[in-house]
């Protein structure tokens, strides 16, 4: 683990005493998130000093603890019996010895906006009680840390309070019945699972929780599952929050060739790890026998991650491992992820449908089973001026793509855009016409995972590159 600023710890406050010196707006906020946490705040400050929001917090209450008012100054005896101290004070010289007071009394202190006297510091925090995340920046960037407070607010709905109560109520019953190991941690997956959906748990959730603990007591392999995951064209950041979701509860991830290295290490650290890449031309995995795996690992009751690049549903013979898991009688649940054809439009900055250029969208498989020209297809149809076309898998087919097209009247002119590992640190882009496809592809590299476009959407993209490699030809013959 690399070095930490400063340790990260949750400090249980309730029915213990907490004292605050200070009647400001700081110390309010303070005084209420200490109550909050249970504990019986006491407050030192005239009467006279107390700000309107410290006056509401004593009108009003708290309902997990109290805050009791004495109208007097801060004293040295204060600090005797007490768990933590937390002083907003004026002047430096006053927060010190307020601090040095503290610390002799062997109580932590906390003085608001003067870091040089804290033993320890508050957090940005996230509620969703009794789960609690909090945000530090070591005092850095306050402003930071709010900003990571609100995107985590937006990861974590207000009904996860609900399933983590729900938790509580069952964990001694889960620890009692379930070994360590497998079982237990499918149960609380499932569990974690049903607790980032929208809907509180209710009667019908704890009757179905208890349902599934009963299963894994009678037979561990019950907790046997396969999710289908589909990690998008490379970058990790393209990930779906379910997919992470998926990854950092498994227990096998079955992976293709083409998954990068930093989706791989977004995964659960003592999940088992198996390349069964596919790639034509080369020595690979049957599909044959990753059905196998995914099915005796489910089976032995484990929760296997099927990884594929991609969307699971477009080309990744995602349709055969389904069939194969449901004959077995094992759940399988479909992650779905960006599709190449969506991250070859954000590369070249186009929208691959348009009003006026094209009114259909196709994704074509480049090639056939036995790696030929996929001879099934209705090239005629897919030889229309007012559609973009994408070919998955078609580096090595695509001299006979473009012949194949122009022959069925696609005009040779017609614009196509060509990339490689897109999305990745990598990616390699080709632009120009029908024509020119088996040499823009010769030039990006035919081995490599080859992505084709054909449409007028691309035309003024393709254009410009042309325009470019003129000015260039002329450069060099100046």
């Not at 929208?351 to 099934?376: I, N, Y």
């Not at 490689?420 to 590299?445: F, Q, Y």
Request: aromatic share 6%; net charge negative; charged share 25%.
């Amino acid at each position: 683990m690399g070095a930490l600023a400063t340790l990260p710890v949750f400090f249980e406050l309730k029915g213990r005493r907490a004292v605050m010196a200070g009647g400001s707006a700081g110390a309010a906020w303070k005084a209420e998130l200490l109550a909050a946490a249970g504990a019986e705040v006491h407050l030192y400050a005239p009467d006279e000093t107390l700000c309107e929001e410290m006056r509401e917090l004593l009108v009003a209450g708290s309902p997990s603890g109290t805050v009791v008012h004495h109208d007097r100054p801060w004293s040295i005896g204060i600090f005797e019996g007490a768990a933590i101290a937390v002083g907003d004070l004026e002047s430096a010289a006053e927060a010190r010895g307020f601090a040095c007071a503290a610390r002799a009394a062997g109580v932590p202190v906390n003085t608001v906006d003067k870091p040089d006297f804290c033993q320890f510091r508050f957090g940005t925090i996230v509620n969703r009680s009794p789960v609690v995340v909090s945000i530090s920046t070591d005092g850095a960037a306050p402003i930071l840390g709010q900003s990571i407070r609100r995107r985590i607010e937006t990861l974590l709905p207000p009904s996860l309070a609900g399933w983590a109560a729900l938790a509580t109520r069952l964990r001694a019953e889960v620890m009692e019945r379930l070994e360590p190991g497998p079982s237990r941690r499918a149960f609380w997956e499932r569990l974690s699972d049903r607790a980032f959906t929208a809907t509180a748990p209710d009667e019908k959730a704890e009757a179905d929780a208890g349902r599934f603990l009963d299963e894994l007591t009678r037979s561990p392999a019950a907790g046997g599952r396969v999710t289908l995951v589909g990690c998008g064209p490379g970058e990790a950041e393209l990930l779906t929050l379910k997919a992470v979701r998926a990854l950092q509860a498994a227990d096998v991830i079955l992976f293709d060739d083409l998954v990068s290295d930093e989706i791989l290490e977004l995964s659960r650290r003592e999940a088992k790890r198996m390349l069964v890449g596919k790639r034509a031309s080369r020595e690979s995995c049957r599909q044959e026998d990753i059905n196998a795996l995914m099915i005796q690992f489910a089976k032995a009751g484990r929760h296997v991650v099927r990884l594929k690049s991609g969307d699971v549903s477009v080309f990744g013979r995602a349709g055969e491992e389904i069939d194969a898991l449901k004959r077995q009688g094992i759940p399988v649940a479909i992650v779905p992820g960006i599709t190449a054809a969506s991250a070859l439009a954000a590369s070249f900055g186009v929208s691959l449908t348009h009003r006026d250029r094209a009114q259909q969208l196709r994704f074509v498989t480049g090639h056939s089973k036995s790696g030929g020209l996929p001879e099934e297809l209705d090239w005629q149809a897919l030889a229309d001026d007012y559609a973009t076309t994408i070919f998955y898998m078609g580096g090595r087919m695509a001299p006979k793509i473009a012949a194949r097209l122009i022959e069925n009247g696609l005009p040779a002119s017609t614009p196509v855009a060509v990339a490689a590992n897109l999305s990745r640190h990598d990616e390699t882009r080709g632009l120009g016409t029908l024509a020119d496809l088996g040499a823009i592809v010769e030039r990006i590299g035919v081995d490599r995972p080859i992505l084709i476009g054909v449409g007028r959407v691309f035309a003024e993209l393709a254009a410009a590159a042309a325009a470019d490699s003129r000015d260039d030809a002329v450069a060099a013959t100046a």
